[in-house]
């Protein structure tokens, strides 16, 4: 078996002896940080400086895994820095993903993409943009993408309402202008996603992902001290599981709001139980998780009695204003399953593993405590390290985990409902 590393800086490959590639989910902005020495780019005869001068606008970096004749692409992003650090006769260049393109440029809402065929910002296309009145939330994270050169790669759900008019989202439908002061666009794309329950991201191969977390990819299956090692597990070579159950397990969201088109308070609720309850009244509350009117009966069946535990649950409360019951209570939902995310946090080291993407869901096998093998997980940070010798090249990867609660349906007889 034969492993090695390419770095490619505006088309020129660098030596490199050590490194370390990151990515997460919400929305983080990945990053490569990759060390070379002077001596070895003099002998080489690469000039850093004369690459980024003679660069049109964005120096494009990528780094490439190659092993047994295959390659994979880790990271791809652009050029920002380099520190040259003659004593220790080092050169650690400094890359950030894709996104970064999309963090520079602020607009002003009433137009997000405004027609521009002149002066263009680095890395965008000419386009002759688009409006915020009544645009989807397809068509707003595609008019982004196509204009700073990125694929889009929507992944949204099936489900009714999961791609909104982007009224929906800033406001009413009617609504042209969010704010006068200028935004983001990828502050833009987080709160579109956020507000939906969506993921954003952007990959070495400059697609632009927006979608449900985990969607279009495969489920990781993570082995600890498992021999042999079942086909499809990768084997853990370090794992360390921070358990948090005070305030992450069983909890409400209320969300508080005004919907301003019927002149009415809103209100949206999310219940999450992550175990079941026998309450007073002698009904058992599954685990699960519910919004809206499912979780009003939820409430109820907690609340029953003198010995009502509905007291004894934590409560997260919001005031946002301007939404409908509705979008309300999607919020609420939102806000709940980020918050029983954090219930488990897992870190495990294993052998390199190119290809991984924010939010990828996970299990865990082998000699682990039953109650944290029943729990689902997925990627919410990763980290590519990698230090070359002479003959040999050490690659790792480092992932942070977060658990995912079961979900109820809300039925009243059935397992996740009230009995």
Do not use: C
């Amino acid at each position: 078996m034969t492993t090695s590393l390419s770095v490619i800086i505006g088309g020129v490959e660098i030596p490199i002896s050590s490194g370390n590639v990151a990515g997460a989910s919400h929305g983080h902005t990945g990053h490569a940080s990759l060390t070379t020495s002077i001596a070895a780019l003099t002998a080489q005869n690469i000039d850093l400086i004369e690459i980024a001068q003679d660069a049109p606008t964005i120096l494009p970096v990528d780094v490439y895994l190659v092993k047994d004749g295959a390659t994979a692409h880790l990271f791809g992003g652009e050029y920002i820095k380099a520190n040259f650090a003659y004593r220790a006769d080092t050169v650690t260049i400094h890359a950030r993903d894709w996104s970064g393109l999309l963090v520079d440029q602020k607009r002003v809402l009433t137009n997000i993409l405004g027609g521009n065929t002149g002066a263009l910002a680095p890395g965008e296309q000419p386009g002759s943009g688009i409006s915020t009145t009544n645009q989807t939330i397809s068509q707003l994270v595609t008019a982004i993408a196509n204009q700073f050169g990125l694929t889009p790669d929507l992944r949204l759900s099936n489900s009714p309402g999961s791609n909104p008019q982007v009224g929906t989202i800033f406001g009413n439908s009617n609504d042209t202008v969010l704010t006068a002061v200028p935004q983001s666009l990828w502050g833009i794309l987080l709160r579109l996603a956020r507000d939906t329950g969506n993921e954003v991201y952007t990959t070495p191969e400059k697609r632009l992902v927006f979608g449900e977390p985990g969607a279009g990819l495969t489920p990781l299956a993570l082995g600890w001290k498992m021999n042999p090692v079942p086909d499809g597990t990768l084997p853990l070579l370090d794992l360390n599981i921070e358990h948090n159950p005070r305030r992450n397990l069983t909890f409400r969201v209320l969300v508080l709001s005004y919907d301003p088109t019927v002149g009415q308070p809103t209100k949206g609720q999310a219940y999450v139980i992550g175990s079941d309850m026998t309450t007073s009244s002698g009904a058992t509350v599954h685990a699960g998780a519910w919004n809206g009117a499912a979780a009003a009966q939820i409430q109820g069946a907690v609340g029953k009695g003198s010995a009502s535990k509905k007291n004894a649950i934590p409560l997260y409360t919001f005031h946002i204003d301007g939404l409908t019951a509705a979008q309300a209570n999607l919020r609420a939902q939102s806000i709940a399953t980020d918050i029983a995310k954090r219930e488990l946090i897992v870190r495990a080291d294993m052998d390199i593993l190119p290809g991984v993407e924010p939010s990828q869901a996970a299990r865990l096998d082998g000699a682990i405590n039953a109650g944290f093998l029943a729990h689902s997980y997925y990627v919410t940070s990763f980290s590519h390290m990698f230090k070359m010798g002479k003959n040999t090249a050490k690659l790792d990867t480092s992932l942070m985990l977060l658990d995912q609660q079961p979900g109820g349906a809300g039925e009243s007889v059935t397992p996740g409902g009230v009995e």
